[in-house]
């Protein structure tokens, strides 16, 4: 499968699926999706490998910005808090989750540690609390996802990028929240 139809095939597994049974915005008023839209450039959500040419005409609604001071190819999606909810990007499709690949490149799907600060989700211990359907469609889609070498090493690189946030002192102290 070339990238494009993985990207297209994770986007369908993830289409319907939600991190719970009912809508969870009413936890938190939407603030995974308030939350980026704040306006400062380094705010929004990274684009997996290829999504970037995927997203090619969603400017009326999403901002795409080059952030190749991290990694050459990454870019960060930025929106107005609001979306065609098809089109939303592999990274809120899994929030709060994150596919995670180990040192010995064991794919793990993890709770990601910087979501604490947004969603009441990701502050639970016990991620049972997310619906079953939902953990499996991410896992399902992951391993799809890292069945391309590029985005593969990009999961790789977020992954120690992951352990680099939770090693800091405050994240230590705090939890990320
Ligand atoms: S922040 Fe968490 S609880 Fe709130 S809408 Fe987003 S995923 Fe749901
Ligand atoms: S793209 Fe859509 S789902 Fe993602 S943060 Fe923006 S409004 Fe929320």
Request: glycine share 8%.
């Amino acid at each position: 499968m070339d990238r494009l139809s993985i990207l297209k095939s994770a986007y369908e597994i993830l289409e319907n699926v939600t991190p719970l049974r009912q809508d969870c915005s009413s936890l938190c008023g939407q603030a995974c999706c308030i939350g980026t839209k704040s306006g400062d450039e380094e705010t929004g959500m990274f684009l997996f490998p290829g999504e970037k040419e995927l997203l090619a005409g969603c400017e009326a609604w999403m901002s795409i910005t080059s952030v190749g001071h991290i990694r050459p190819d990454l870019y960060l999606a930025g929106c107005k808090g609001s979306c065609p909810r098809n089109l939303r990007p592999l990274s809120c499709r899994v929030f709060p989750l994150t596919p995670y690949l180990t040192e010995n490149e064991i794919l793990l799907i993890k709770m990601d540690p910087r979501a604490g600060q947004l969603c009441p989700l990701a502050r639970e211990t016990d991620r049972s609390v997310l619906h079953r359907e939902f953990v499996k469609a991410v896992r399902k889609a992951s391993v799809l996802l890292i069945s391309d070498p590029g985005i593969r090493a990009y999961i790789r690189d977020l992954s120690r990028m992951l352990d680099d946030y939770t090693s800091l002192p405050w994240y230590r102290l705090f939890g990320g929240v």
